[in-house]
């Protein structure tokens, strides 16, 4: 363990570390964002946006033409914000905000390629394009809403199509970004807690599945190759997510510990226990170009 983050009054909802896995943007339901310092612990910046209720989700991106860090959170209201640090100053500023989606925004997925957020919310999903500016522009024109929870929503194709995963009709459904089109709709045996997209040494998809936790499908084919055994009580969804170059697979829990999984092998590596000992639902990793090192 290297830092216990102290900073917000209940439990968390959402995490995120930056493209160089120098920085932790979190939140909960205090309404509150905190930028932490990986390396020391420390919590450089606290951004109040309670007039929006609950933050319910985080993305790091990158604008065009610059090297600094920004990010973008979604609110309860469906409301998205985009924040961007300056040249050579410490704290990020408020840039930009559009109200997308009549609900909860309930995941977000950048592509640095073509510079694009996706996201989803109780009705359908959108597209848009990140200007240098930090403006927002809606390339997506779907109407067609879906009377289902969507759990998450992720690129493929090299930022020209998305996949969105629905909870209750066990449904992932990807849809071409132009022209915005459905190209094909498959479901799982299971529901859909939450999923993550992995695409290093082939493309994958892992979902936890709210039973024995985590699967492993082959994307797009979804024909699943592996289950990872991490039981929950509570049926609660939890977050998966992947490091080390897809080789770990991190979950969530409702025993107060995280897991951390070999991909190849499907064995347990390490127990992550969490001070509190109460339901772990946020997880997050990433693997810093600049040391080398793995941050969950």
Request: contains cysteine; charged residues 15%.
């Amino acid at each position: 363990l290297c830092h216990e983050l102290a900073g917000h009054s209940a439990g968390i909802e959402c995490m995120a570390i930056s493209m160089d896995g120098l920085t932790l943007s979190s939140s909960n339901n205090d309404t509150f964002v905190i930028i932490w310092n990986i390396k020391t612990g420390e919590a450089v910046q606290k951004i109040n946006k309670a007039y929006h209720v609950v933050i319910s989700s985080i993305v790091w991106i990158v604008l065009n033409d610059s090297t600094e860090p920004a990010f973008v959170f979604g609110c309860a209201d469906g409301s998205l914000h985009l924040y961007k640090k300056q040249t050579c100053q410490r704290m990020f500023e408020f840039i930009a905000m559009e109200t997308c989606h009549n609900s909860a925004v309930e995941s977000l997925a950048f592509n640095p390629i073509h510079c694009r957020l996706a996201s989803i919310g109780g009705d359908f999903p959108q597209v848009w394009k990140l200007t240098a500016a930090g403006t927002m522009a809606l390339i997506s024109n779907s109407t067609e809403q879906k009377p289902l929870v969507a759990r998450n929503i992720f690129f493929c194709d090299d930022g020209a199509s998305i996949v969105v995963c629905y909870l209750e009709s066990q449904e992932l459904m990807c849809l071409s970004i132009e022209p915005w089109a459905v190209k094909w709709s498959k479901t799982i045996p299971t529901r859909i807690g939450n999923a993550c997209f992995c695409s290093n040494d082939g493309s994958y998809i892992y979902i936890a599945n709210l039973t024995n936790i985590v699967d492993q499908y082959k994307f797009p084919t979804l024909e699943r190759v592996q289950s990872f055994p991490h039981a929950i009580e509570i049926k609660r969804p939890v977050q998966v997510s992947t490091t080390a170059l897809g080789a770990w697979v991190v979950a969530g829990g409702d025993a107060g510990f995280a897991c951390i999984f070999d991909r190849r092998t499907g064995q347990l590596v390490q127990r992550l226990d969490h001070s509190k000992c109460e339901y772990i639902y946020t997880c997050c990793t990433v693997i810093s170009a600049l040391s080398d090192s793995c941050s969950t």
